[in-house]
């Protein structure tokens, strides 16, 4: 036996392959998923012969029986189940130590001939390196996975970058120190470790080379816009596949016109969007429609209530505006975009996370140039004026429509607030518009003002429109001029005038004849009548107070005017003031001494 002494003992497992030593090469392949090395895995060619060996074996003659013998022996080791696989392989001596866990049998071979003397055999097995960190290999690291992928592909079309993650695995049944291992979960745990974008608690990272992301815009995510999952639990193997995009902000106008464009992604949302801008001739002004889709990340943490809160916060008058001045630019037009827009229609789709939108802006003056707007709502309107020519009084009418845009709720509620804001203070903004107009159609009545309060105010609504209509007069009537407290007031004179008096007296000579004495009065009492009515401008007790000494000022202020002869003296006098309904009235009556008015009726006769 010592003719045949080992000094280099190969073995897989238990097993030491006999004399003569085989030979044995290795390779080594590094493996990468995901731009990441993987593992390096260690190819190990083992190359040997079958002997036999005369000094340890007494064959009788019988060589081929002997060759198959050993042959079976190694067939044994090496050939057929599971159980032959995941074996530390090691070759050790003079000086040499190499040692290679958790092996798996690739291939063994056979050389055909005679089997006399030598039968040549040939064994491929490989394993991985085992980690410098963990000090594991790669089965020991991941068992029971195999043939695992982790790659990204990248495209790009209309400024939309798309990234495609595709991650799959293969799993085996093994036995290992007694438990029992699922080939399907072992795959499925494997590629779920791996989804996503963010770095995983194992230390996996999952993101993709700077080359697919450096177009991307500042401060911009990746959107999840498609998962698909295969799966095959009989075969063991699990896959899934992730489709990523985002804005590369690639834009064919000049970098200076692109600088500045607003970025419509958010980390939950990406807007794709296009902008149309006819020009027609003879138009006097310019539409421009923004329009596109909102695609949510169809990741489960992002909810859409997320999706529309970052939808809502996306400034679209922005995106349109550049773009806007991006033309302008090239046509030479100095016109400016009206922040607030004529339409803006949204469908949502909650279950896809998905709008689709369509926004139209437009350059019209005629929001910029309202007297009366607010929030997206202006007052355009008409003034009308009506001459009197008989009691010498104008009236000015202002009419009009209040026009919201906007949607039906925002247009609603804009209006109503207009609205309040023209009615407040008596419609005081309208009455000094109207006296504005009234002055430059009748510059010859400048010392005229119109009324403090409006006369015959209608206002209707339309809620399915959103728009409110209102109507409101004023006249250069006589008025209390500075008061604020008299809503309306008019009064009433009449005058019972001093004429002579004239008495008849029946003929005592001649049968119905009379004759007229003038009574020849120097002086007589004139009776005037002063009839003053009026309302307060609010139900309040104080105002209405003032209101009610206003109306009795008027009433003294037509009595000093009319009562201007001798031995003045109040005959009567009613005064009623009621809060509610608001009725103010104020009546005298008056007479004074003055002469007398002598009327010459004299017959004319005709021939």
Known sequence: MAAYKQDIKVKYGDFTFPVPTPYVSRTYEQEYVGGELWATKVNVSINGQIAILPKREKVGGNNYSALAEKRDKIAKEFAGGLGKNFKDFSVIGHGTEFKLKSCSIDSLQFESGNYVGLVGYSISLHGYLEE????????????????????????????IGSLTHTISASGYNSDKSGSSYDAFLKAKSFVESRKGLDKKPNGASNKMT????????????????????????????????????????KSSVAAGLEAGLPNPQTKNILTTYSIGLPEEHGSDFIQLTISGNV??????????????????????????????????????VNLTLNRNPVSFNVSPSEEAKRMTFSIVY??????????????????????????????????????GSIITRGSLKKSNRQAKILLDELLDKDMKKLQEEAQKAYHRMFPDRTQYKLTNFP?????????FTGEITLSASFSDRDHFEKADYVKRSSFQISVNPPNQEYRTAASCLNN???????????????????????????????????????????NEKLKISFLTGRVKRLDSQSNVANLIPNDITFNRGLSHEKDVITLRMDKQTTK
């Open 132 to 159: 410098e960190t963990s000090g594991k290999g790669f089965y020991e690291t991941n068992y029971g996975v195999t043939s695992p992928v982790d790659s990204w592909a990248y495209s790009e079309s209309g400024g």
């Open 210 to 249: 700077n080359f697919f992301v450096s177009n991307v815009h500042p401060d911009s995510s990746l959107i999840l816009n498609t998962l698909a999952e295969q799966a095959d639990r009989l075969g063991g193997t699990y896959s899934i596949t992730e489709g990523y995009s985002f804005a590369t902000n």
């Open 295 to 332: 695609n949510g990340s169809k990741d489960p943490s992002v909810s859409w209530e997320d999706v529309r809160n970052d939808f809502k916060a996306l400034d679209f008058y922005d995106l349109a505006n550049k773009a806007y001045i991006n033309h302008t630019n090239r046509t030479e």
């Open 362 to 399: 437009d350059n019209n003056p005629l929001y910029t140039r309202a007297v009366f707007k607010n929030g997206g709502a202006y007052f355009s309107y008409t003034l009308n004026f009506s001459h009197d020519t008989i009691a010498d009084v104008v009236t000015v009418q202002c009419s």
């Open 455 to 463: 006369e015959g105010v209608s206002v209707g609504q339309n809620e």
């Open 512 to 554: 119905g004849d009379h004759i007229v004495y003038d009574l020849n009065l120097k002086t007589k009492r004139e009776t005037v009548g002063i009839n003053c009515d009026g309302a307060s401008s609010s139900s309040d007790e104080d105002n209405f107070d003032l209101a009610v000494k206003g109306i009795e000022d008027l």
